[in-house]
C-alpha cells in the first residue's frame, strides 16, 4: 500500500480523512503533537478501522521530527492539516500561530525536497478570500487583507508553496480552501473535540444542548445578512475528508501544478438557521443569546464549488441537516462514554 503521511492526522478533519484514505487503498502515518488534538481520537479511529495505524506524536514544526518519519516510512505524499486554526485565539495570541502554521510549513516542504516526495495536498482555507466583494467566491476572487492573523498565516502558507512550486518544477501541491467543516463520523466514534471552550460554532451548539455550556452567544446580529447574523458554508466532515484523497489521486497524474480548490457545500446559511436547524434534528430549544460582533469575522462567504466538481471529480453529498444530527450523535457518545 502507497503510504500517506497526515500531519494533524488526529484532529477532527485528519482523522476522518484518514478513513477515507483507508478506503481508498492508501497506508495513512499519523503525525500529529497532540497539542490540538486528543488520543481518544485514536480510540475511535482504530474502532472504525479496526487495525493499528501508524502514528508518531512529533511536532512537525522540527526537522528533524519530520526527517525521522520519512525515513522510517518513505511516504509518496502528504496531506498537511497540522495547524492551529482558531480566528479569535489567534487574534489573542498572534505569534503562536505564526510560528506554528509557518514553520511547519517551512520545514515539511525542505524535507519532502530532501526525499523527493512531490505530492502534496494543503488544508487552506475560505480566510484567504477575507470579505469577498461578490459572491459566492471562486479560485480567482482577489485575496482582500486577512481579518485574522489565522487567515494571513493561510494566505503566506500558500504563497510558501506557490513559490516552492516555482523554484521546484516537478512538485505539485493542490490547496484546498474549505470552508466551515461541521459533523461527525456516522459511526459516532469520532468528531470535533475542541479542549476547552468550543472556538466553533457546532460543538457550542451541541455542548450547550447538552447541558456542558449554559448558554449559545451568536456573535452579532446587526450584519447585513437576511436575518443579521454571519454566514458562512457549512460542510459535512466526511464529505470534506473524500475532497482531500480525491485531491491527492489527481496529483499523481500532474507534472509541476499548484492548483487551489473551493470545497464547500457551495451554499450559505447563518448562524441563526444552524442554531434552528438543530433544534429541529434534535428536538430541543436551544439556550442562546444574541451578544457583541466577535474580532476578525467576517459578515458572509460561501463558494463556487464547480472547479473541484469538474477537476476533481467530488462533490457534497451529506447536508445541513446530516452534518447536525451526526455532531449530535457525537456529542451524546461523548456524555454517554463521561458517565460510565
Same mark, same amino acid.
Given at each position: ?9 488526529? $484532529? =477532527? ?9 483507508? %478506503? ?22 482504530? %474502532?472504525?478501522c479496526e487495525r493499528n495505524l501508524i502514528v508518531y506524536q512529533l511536532d512537525c514544526t522540527v526537522e528533524e521530527n519530520l526527517r525521522k518519519v520519512f525515513s522510517e516510512q518513505l511516504p509518496i505524499g502528504v496531506i498537511h492539516f497540522a495547524a492551529y486554526k482558531a480566528v479569535g ?19 515539511? #516542504?525542505?524535507?519532502?525536497?530532501? =526525499? ?13 478570500? $477575507? ?13 482582500? !487583507? ?24 516537478? !512538485? ?6 474549505? =470552508? ?12 470535533? #473535540? ?16 447538552? $447541558? ?6 451568536? !456573535? ?7 436575518? $443579521?447574523?454571519?454566514?458562512?458554508? !457549512? ?30 457545500? &457551495?451554499? &450559505? ?14 428536538? #430541543? ?26 477537476? #476533481? ?25 463521561? %458517565? %460510565?
Open positions: 500500500m502507497k503510504k500517506i503521511l497526515v500531519t494533524g492526522g488526529a $484532529g =477532527f478533519i485528519g482523522s476522518h480523512t484518514v478513513i477515507e484514505l483507508l %478506503k481508498s487503498g492508501f497506508e495513512p502515518v499519523i503525525m500529529d503533537d497532540f497539542s490540538n488534538s486528543d488520543v481518544r481520537a485514536l480510540e475511535g479511529l482504530q %474502532k472504525i485565539e489567534s487574534v489573542e495570541n498572534p505569534l503562536k500561530y505564526y510560528h506554528n502554521n509557518l514553520a511547519s510549513m517551512v520545514q515539511l #516542504l525542505k524535507v519532502m525536497g530532501t =526525499f523527493g516526495v512531490n505530492q502534496l495536498v494543503f488544508s487552506s482555507s475560505c480566510t484567504v478570500y $477575507g470579505q469577498p466583494d461578490v459572491l459566492p467566491v471562486i479560485e480567482d476572487t482577489p485575496e482582500r !487583507f486577512a481579518e485574522s492573523p489565522y487567515g494571513y498565516t493561510k494566505q503566506v502558507c500558500e504563497r510558501i508553496m506557490r513559490d516552492y512550486c516555482s523554484a521546484n518544477p516537478n !512538485f505539485n501541491c493542490a490547496l484546498l480552501r474549505y =470552508f466551515n467543516p461541521i459533523g461527525a463520523h456516522h459511526s459516532g466514534e469520532i468528531g470535533e #473535540l475542541p479542549y476547552g471552550v468550543p472556538n466553533n460554532l457546532v460543538p457550542y451548539i451541541t455542548q450547550t444542548a447538552a $447541558g456542558i455550556r449554559s448558554e449559545l452567544t451568536i !456573535f452579532g446580529s446587526d450584519y447585513n445578512t437576511p436575518d $443579521g447574523t454571519c454566514v458562512r458554508d !457549512f460542510i459535512h466532515v466526511t464529505d470534506l475528508a473524500k475532497a482531500h484523497v480525491k485531491a491527492l489521486g489527481w496529483l499523481e497524474n500532474q507534472n509541476g501544478i499548484c492548483e487551489a480548490f473551493n470545497i464547500g457545500q &457551495g451554499v &450559505g446559511n447563518s448562524v441563526l438557521e444552524v442554531v434552528k436547524s438543530f433544534e429541529k434534528v434534535s428536538g #430541543l430549544s436551544l439556550n442562546y443569546k444574541i451578544g457583541d460582533r466577535r474580532p476578525g469575522d467576517i459578515e458572509k462567504i460561501y463558494a463556487d464549488t464547480s472547479k473541484a466538481n469538474r477537476v #476533481l471529480k467530488w462533490k457534497t453529498e451529506l447536508s445541513l441537516e446530516q452534518a447536525l444530527t451526526d455532531a449530535w450523535r457525537w456529542q451524546n457518545k461523548l456524555d454517554d462514554s463521561a %458517565k %460510565k
